[in-house]
C-alpha cells in the first residue's frame, strides 16, 4: 500500500517536472514583469516586426539568437521611441531573473525570444541617461543648446522630473558628460561637484572619439 502511494507521488512530481520544463521561459519570464506592467510577449512580437521593418534583421535571424546578439550589439545612438519602445524597462528584474535560468538549456525560439527582449530592455535604458556636453570654453550645451550656469540646477531637476514619465525613477538616472579634450580639469571638477548637490550619484565620462 505505502509502496503504491510512493509510486503515485513520484509519478506526480515527474509529471510536474516535464511540465515545468516545458514552460516557455517568455511565459516565465512575463511573470516577473507583471507588476511592472510589461507584457513580455507583445513586447517581443512588436520589437520583432519593427527590427525586421527596419531592415536590421531579416524575418530569418528571429530564430537565430546569435545574430540576434551580434546585430543588435553593432547599433549604436539608438532612440527607444523609434523602436516602439515608451519607457524604461527595469534591468535588475531581468538580471536577477537570468541568473535563476538555464538559458542554454533552453529551445532555440526561447533563447531567440529573450535575446530580443534583452535588447528591447537595454534601448529602454537610453531614457535613463542625461547628457552634457562641456566644452573647453568653459560653457555646457544640453540637447545641443548652451546651458546657462544660472538655470543648470532648474533645467536638470525639471529633466529628471520628466523622465518619471518614462518610468526612470531619479536614483535611475546616469548623466553622460561629453568632455572637449583641452577643457581645463577645474571646470568638469565644478559640474560634478553641482551634479552631486543635485542627488546625481552615476556619473559617466564619454570618450572622445
Known sequence: ????????????????????????????????????????????????????????????????????????????NVSPAEFGIDKYVDAKTIKNWKAQQKILDASIDDQANIALFTYYQLFSEEYTKIKLHIKANRTVDFKGEHLPMASFDTVLFDEINRLKDKGVEPSQVTMELQVDPITQFEFTTFIQDKLRKLEIRKVTLLSNK
Do not use: C, W
Not at 509510486?7 to 514552460?23: C, D, E, R
Not at 516557455?24 to 512588436?46: A, C, G, H, Q
Open 1 to 76: 500500500m505505502k509502496k503504491s502511494i510512493l509510486l503515485s507521488l513520484l509519478a506526480i512530481l515527474l509529471v510536474f517536472v516535464i511540465a515545468q520544463k516545458s514552460i516557455p521561459l517568455t511565459f516565465k519570464l512575463n511573470e516577473v514583469y507583471k507588476d511592472k506592467s510589461v507584457n513580455v510577449p507583445e513586447v517581443i512580437k512588436n520589437f520583432s516586426a519593427l527590427l525586421v521593418q527596419k531592415g536590421i534583421l531579416i524575418t530569418a535571424d528571429l530564430s537565430k539568437p546569435d545574430l540576434i546578439y551580434d546585430k543588435l550589439s553593432a547599433l549604436e
